[in-house]
């Protein structure tokens, strides 16, 4: 989807390395298999665990990332300490008045479930 939605706005260049789960569907639009061996999911979001190391080296000395997660457990995927500028988007779908105040000690910014749309995320970037 990320990637779909870089290309489609022109925003897609050589220099930018999406760190996720990549799903090849069938004809029908179904599931056919996860195009990554290294599934990225809640318990493992290092992304120094899952980066390959082609990557991590070119990588390595940029001064800005953009981190969108939903779990609150998202924000420890970067390392703060090891970038210049970490911009952490939280989105909360679900139970906003419990979480409200944790979203918002996690992420720089939180996306409630009425302004949750790449729109939004487009528009907070550009």
């Known amino acids: 989807m990320i990637k779909h939605f870089l290309k489609d706005t022109n925003c897609y260049f050589d ?6 789960n990549f799903i ?11 195009d990554n061996s290294k599934i990225v999911h809640s318990l493992n979001k290092t992304m120094e665990k899952k980066i390959n ?16 997660g939903d ?5 420890n995927m970067v390392e703060q300490s090891k970038w210049d500028k970490t911009l952490k988007i939280g989105i909360l779908e679900f139970e906003e008045e419990t979480n409200l105040k944790k979203y918002q000690e996690a992420f720089d910014i939180v996306l409630t479930k009425e302004d949750a749309t790449f729109n939004k995320i487009e528009e907070i970037l550009f």
């Open 71 to 75: 779990l609150i457990e998202d924000q």
């Open 15 to 20: 220099n930018i390395y999406i760190i996720s």
């Open 24 to 34: 090849e569907f069938d004809e029908n639009g179904k599931v056919k298999k996860f």
């Open 53 to 68: 190391k082609r990557i991590l080296e070119t990588i390595k000395d940029k001064t800005y990332q953009v981190l969108i």
